[in-house]
C-alpha cells in the first residue's frame, strides 16, 4: 500500500530484536520472529516465558521497550491503525457484554471495523457457522457455557477477515468437542492463506494442529521453526532407541552394554530399550555392528521426543545457566 513502509511481504509477522521490559525486569528479550502466511505458529513456553507480552506487543495493545515490529509488512510503531486491519486477537479470558445477545455482541464488532448492514448480517451468519454457534444467536450471552463463550470470542476475531489471528489460551474452558471444531477453524484459515499465531498449556494439542513452533524460556525464543525440525535438533543429542531381537534378548543386552554412548539400558521381553548419544551416520554404525555380530533383529525405532519433553528440558537448562551466572 503506497505510503506505507513494508518490510519482508512473506511473512505475516517479524520481529527484529524485540525487548519488553518492566521496569528492571526483562519479559522479552531480543525476540527475531518470523511467522509465514499460512503457518499455524505455535508460541509455548511455561508461564513467565514471555508469551502473553509478546501477544499484547502485537495485538498493539502495547510498544515494545525497543526493536522493530512488522505485521503484514506494515511497521507498527509508525501505522498502528493500518496494521490492526490486518489483524484479530483473541485474548486469553476476553470481557464480554453479556447482556447482549450473541448476535448483538458480533454485530458491535462488525460495525466497529466499518462493515455495511447487509455486510454483517451475512458475515455474522458465517461467523456463527464457523464456530457451530448458529443455533445460539438469539440467545444472551451471559447465558453461554464458559467454552461457548470462547467460541464467540474466536467467532468476533474472524469477523473482519484478518490475515493474521494471535489466540492466546483458545482452547480454554472448551470441551474436547469444541476443541476439535477448534483445530478445524484454524486449519481452514491457514489453508486459506492465513497466519495463525497461538498459545496453550496444552502442548500435545498444539503439537497435532501447528505446522510450526517457538519455544519460549525466561524472555528468550531458544528455537523456532518446523515442529519436525524442531524436534529433530533438539533428539539429536541423545536418541531413545528400542531394538526389537529374536528370542532371549539377554545376549544383545550384553554386547550394547559394554558399548560407549549407550546408556539406560533396559530390556522388555523381546525388546532392547536405551539411549543412544551419537548422530545418524553412528547410530547406522552402530546396527551394522549389531547384524554383524550375528544378532537377528526384527526392528529399530527411534522414539522421537514431544514437544512437552524437549520444552522442560530447555527450561531446566536455562534455570541451571541461570544460577551458574548467578554463583
Not at 56 to 69: F, I, R, S
Not at 125 to 136: F, M, R, T
Request: net charge negative.
Amino acid at each position: 500500500m503506497p505510503g506505507i513502509p513494508s518490510n519482508n511481504q512473506e511473512y505475516a509477522v517479524q520481529t527484529i530484536d524485540m525487548r519488553v521490559d518492566y521496569g528492571k525486569f526483562v519479559a522479552v528479550n531480543e525476540l527475531c520472529l518470523n511467522v509465514p502466511r499460512g503457518e499455524i505458529y505455535g508460541l509455548i513456553g511455561p508461564n513467565g516465558a514471555g508469551k502473553t507480552s509478546s501477544f499484547k506487543v502485537l495485538a498493539t495493545l502495547m510498544e515494545p521497550t525497543y526493536g522493530d515490529v512488522f505485521i503484514g509488512g506494515i511497521d507498527i510503531s509508525l501505522h498502528p491503525e493500518e496494521a490492526r486491519k490486518h489483524l484479530g486477537y483473541m485474548p486469553d479470558l476476553a470481557p464480554i457484554a453479556t447482556d447482549l445477545k450473541v448476535w448483538e455482541f458480533l454485530d458491535l464488532f462488525a460495525s466497529a471495523h466499518g462493515l455495511n448492514r447487509t455486510d454483517r448480517r451475512s458475515r455474522i451468519e458465517e461467523c456463527l457457522n464457523k464456530v457451530s454457534l448458529n443455533d445460539k444467536r438469539e440467545e444472551f450471552c451471559k447465558s453461554l457455557s464458559r467454552g461457548m463463550m470462547q467460541r464467540l470470542v474466536l467467532a468476533k476475531t474472524l469477523i473482519h477477515r484478518p490475515s493474521l489471528f494471535l489466540l492466546d489460551e483458545p482452547a480454554s474452558g472448551m470441551d474436547p468437542v469444541s476443541r476439535q471444531a477448534l483445530r478445524n477453524t484454524v486449519r481452514e484459515l491457514a489453508n486459506e492463506g492465513a497466519a495463525v499465531l497461538l498459545s496453550s498449556h496444552i502442548l500435545s494439542e498444539l503439537e497435532d494442529m501447528c505446522t510450526m513452533v517457538g519455544m519460549m524460556s525466561k524472555g528468550i525464543l531458544v528455537d523456532s521453526g518446523k515442529i519436525s525440525d524442531v524436534i529433530s535438533r533438539r533428539s539429536s543429542e541423545e536418541r531413545n532407541l528400542v531394538i526389537s531381537s529374536l528370542g532371549n534378548p539377554m545376549p544383545l543386552y550384553e554386547f550394547l552394554n559394554n558399548k560407549n554412548g549407550i546408556n539406560q539400558i533396559i530390556t522388555s521381553n523381546e525388546d532392547i530399550i536405551f539411549t543412544f548419544k551419537g548422530k545418524d551416520n553412528e547410530q547406522a554404525h552402530l546396527l551394522k555392528e549389531i547384524i554383524e555380530a550375528g544378532f537377528l533383529i526384527k526392528e529399530l525405532q527411534e522414539r522421537k521426543k514431544s514437544i512437552e519433553q524437549i520444552l522442560l528440558e530447555i527450561d531446566s537448562n536455562t534455570t541451571i545457566q541461570e544460577q551458574e551466572q548467578n554463583q
